[in-house]
């Protein structure tokens, strides 16, 4: 979540004020580690020090006697004590005080000292040396000099520095920004230069540009949807104006019931056509709603029950029990267009099959027509798609069907392919998720 202050402002803004924060963080560190490590310093001398002095003043006792303390004029506390842990001799200042019988850190009359306790060597006499910890005012007055002194420089380089090389960061940014806000609907020709850094700009002007390929493309299919549709249209409106301007003009021309018979002609191509152009514009929308638990084979046999008065032998005795995942309504289209598109170019046979194995469950139409050249395979599946040899334009076709098959299947995250089916002829096979209970 983005800090209140940081909230709106720009890149170059939030980089150095991010930069600055890191800095100071890393500088507090600094800080705070370089007063721990002359404190760490400081005590570890006064501990060599009055290590040493115990050395060199039990020597001394050794050798000259106990009188040796009292001319001690060091800086530590200096005492000798017998068995019984009497004071015998001590250096100046150091005769009335109560020095602990330590070797480590100790409070003597409010100062902290360092104390060592060393046995004379051949005698019960031990010297017991103090040093006062140094004052380390001095030490935290310098790390406060370099946090008020420094510091602040620091972070104001810092956040120029960064404000500068975002700044210079986000200039393809910005130039990729002006080319983007000028490409119009017309320039979808255009396309964005691409930095040769290597970097995240280039990746991001290698997106745009990806995205202006799938725009163009799109706005050329739906140039070419729109033309495509206009040219069915227009025949039968043209057959429906014919005949009312022949009725208008030479009304007694027209044999009895022909302009019906040509009004209920056109009037339902018409009515397949816009109703397969509704679901196209439709599938999208409808891949949203939630998948039902569906059973393929009964939706076939229904499918099935609308093409059993035709002269068409239908093979159905591959149909076994297949339960898929989607919407009914759609996948019934599928088989209903599936089964239209066999029977209009299959000579006496058309086979159907479905299942379910490694990959899903599986919908197979075949026919014994004069199949699909392999090179239209995937043309086949576009809209207003007719060949030029036996699956040309047939009677009550839209030319949609088939983009409806593959538009439903692709929503319903199947696949459809086209091959040829054994003994010649189309084959259909339509890849659909199972349904699992999970």
Do not use: C
């Amino acid at each position: 979540m983005a800090l209140p202050l940081v909230k709106g402002l720009s890149v170059r803004a939030r980089s150095a004020i991010a930069s600055s924060l890191a800095i100071a963080v890393v500088l507090g560190v600094v800080i705070v580690g370089f007063t721990w490590v002359m404190r760490w310093s400081a005590e570890g001398q006064t501990r060599e020090l009055a290590q040493t002095t115990a050395e060199v003043l039990v020597d001394r006792v050794a050798i000259d006697g106990i009188a040796v303390v009292t001319q001690y004029d060091g800086e530590s506390l200096v005492q000798v004590l017998d068995a019984s842990d009497r004071v015998a001799a001590a250096s100046s200042g150091a005769a009335n005080l109560t020095v602990p019988n330590v070797t480590g850190p100790a409070t003597i009359d409010g100062t902290r000292y360092y104390v060592v306790d060393q046995r004379v060597p051949s005698t019960d006499l031990h010297v017991r040396v103090a040093r006062a910890y140094g004052d380390d005012t001095e030490t935290r007055r310098t790390a406060q000099t370099v946090l008020v002194g420094v510091a602040p420089t620091l972070l104001v380089l810092v956040a120029i520095l960064a404000w500068v090389a975002t700044s210079r960061a986000l200039r393809p940014v910005a130039d990729i920004r002006r080319e983007v806000e000028a490409i119009g609907a017309g320039d979808l020709h255009r396309r964005i230069e691409v930095p040769p850094t290597r970097d995240e700009v280039a990746d991001l002007a290698g997106t745009m540009n990806a995205l202006l390929d799938r725009l163009e493309a799109g706005s050329e299919a739906q140039r070419r949807f729109v033309a495509d549709a206009s040219h069915e249209l227009r025949s039968p409106l043209a057959t429906l104006r014919q005949y009312a301007e022949l009725a208008r003009a030479h009304p007694d021309d027209l044999p009895p019931g022909e302009l019906a018979e040509v009004v209920d002609t056109a009037s339902r191509r018409l009515q397949v056509l816009v109703d397969d152009l509704l679901v196209l514009a439709t599938v999208a929308e409808d891949a949203a709603a939630p998948r039902e638990e569906i059973d393929l084979d009964d939706l076939v046999l229904t499918e099935l029950a609308a093409f059993r008065s035709t002269e068409v032998a239908i093979d159905a005795s591959s149909v076994r029990p297949t339960k898929i995942a989607g919407q009914e309504r759609r996948l019934a289209m599928v088989v209903r267009n599936l089964l239209a598109n066999a029977m209009r170019h299959t000579t006496s046979r058309v086979r159907i099959a479905t299942g379910s194995d490694a990959d899903g469950a599986y919908l197979v139409v075949a026919d014994d027509g004069p199949g699909v050249p392999e090179a239209q395979r995937e043309r086949i599946f576009d809209r207003f798609v007719r060949l030029d040899d036996g699956r040309a334009r047939d009677e009550g076709g839209s030319g949609l069907g088939l983009a409806i098959v593959a538009a439903v299947v692709e929503e319903a995250d199947g696949t459809v392919v086209v091959d040829e089916a054994p003994g010649g002829g189309a084959r259909f096979t339509v890849r659909l998720p199972a349904w699992t209970d999970a």
